[in-house]
């Protein structure tokens, strides 16, 4: 048997890019599963914080964060995110930056990892990316964090305790550090097979095309074998 593509994304929470990569790639995937051939596929997903340095509680919107912590325009960011939340939108995604509570992502990257060990990690990356960008949910906060842990299926009083621990910073860290080590400075951004990058938010029809091509590679030896025998 012909072994799975492994896809491994990087990716924050909070970054509006991400979940619009998230999507395009699910239906991407589900594009190519409807082949004769259709690709085997595990995707992992790995944490990657764009703004380490936000405080749990900042005060202002996300323009206001943008503009003064981030030192852009404000004309340039109104014109950034209605630009976002138009791809968002054709991606089947409704953002509503209006909503939208900047925070600190660390504990909701714990979470996740958390998540992958009971293995419902892609549960409540989905879980979190709507809460953040559709709900105006505070994800640097526990109990939100906890009750958002409940909506995918994980146990709430286990959930806390993950949080309350930190014992997945560890995980967390390593993310990051394998991030370094891969030269990835921004997000999202998808490792095929530990060999192949592909960065940023790119179509579902790109994505179908990618994991085909792969699969073929990834069919030759065993064709090659069966020719053999």
């Given at each position: 048997?012909?072994?799975?593509?492994?896809?491994?994304?990087?990716?924050?929470?909070?970054?509006?890019?991400?979940?619009?990569?998230?999507?395009?790639?699910?239906?991407?995937?589900?594009?190519?599963?409807?082949?004769?051939?259709?690709?085997?596929?595990?995707?992992?997903?790995?944490?990657?914080?764009?703004?380490?340095?936000?405080?749990?509680?900042?005060?202002?919107?996300?323009?206001?964060?943008?503009?003064?912590?981030?030192?852009?325009?404000?004309?340039?960011?109104?014109?950034?995110?209605?630009?976002?939340?138009?791809?968002?939108?054709?991606?089947?995604?409704?953002?509503?930056?209006?909503?939208?509570?900047?925070?600190?992502?660390?504990?909701?990257?714990?979470?996740?990892?958390?998540?992958?060990?009971?293995?419902?990690?892609?549960?409540?990356?989905?879980?979190?990316?709507?809460?953040?960008?559709?709900?105006?949910?505070?994800?640097?906060?526990?109990?939100?964090?906890?009750?958002?842990?409940?909506?995918?299926?994980?146990d709430a009083d286990a959930a806390r305790d993950?949080?309350?621990?930190?014992?997945?910073?560890?995980?967390?860290?390593?993310?990051?550090?394998?991030?370094?080590?891969?030269?990835?400075?921004?997000?999202?951004?998808?490792?095929?097979?530990?060999?192949?990058?592909?960065?940023?938010?790119?179509?579902?029809?790109?994505?179908?095309?990618?994991?085909?091509?792969?699969?073929?590679?990834?069919?030759?030896?065993?064709?090659?074998?069966?020719?053999?025998?």
């Open positions: 048997m012909t072994d799975a593509i492994k896809i491994d994304v990087w990716s924050d929470i909070a970054c509006p890019w991400c979940y619009i990569g998230k999507r395009n790639l699910e239906n991407g995937l589900a594009a190519a599963s409807a082949d004769e051939d259709a690709p085997a596929v595990e995707v992992t997903f790995h944490s990657f914080e764009l703004s380490p340095d936000t405080p749990v509680d900042f005060e202002g919107d996300e323009l206001d964060f943008l503009a003064k912590h981030k030192g852009m325009q404000r004309e340039q960011v109104q014109q950034m995110l209605e630009r976002v939340t138009g791809v968002a939108a054709d991606a089947g995604l409704e953002y509503r930056f209006d909503l939208l509570k900047h925070t600190n992502t660390v504990k909701a990257h714990e979470l996740l990892h958390f998540a992958k060990e009971q293995g419902r990690q892609h549960e409540m990356a989905e879980r979190l990316m709507a809460a953040y960008f559709t709900e105006g949910r505070h994800l640097g906060r526990e109990d939100e964090l906890v009750a958002l842990a409940a909506d995918a299926g994980l993950a949080l309350q621990s930190g014992r997945y910073l560890d995980a967390v860290r390593a993310d990051q550090a394998q991030a370094t080590a891969y030269g990835i400075n921004g997000v999202p951004f998808f490792v095929i097979d530990g060999k192949y990058g592909v960065s940023g938010a790119q179509p579902a029809d790109a994505f179908a095309q990618i994991v085909r091509q792969v699969w073929a590679e990834h069919r030759e030896p065993a064709e090659a074998g069966e020719a053999v025998a």
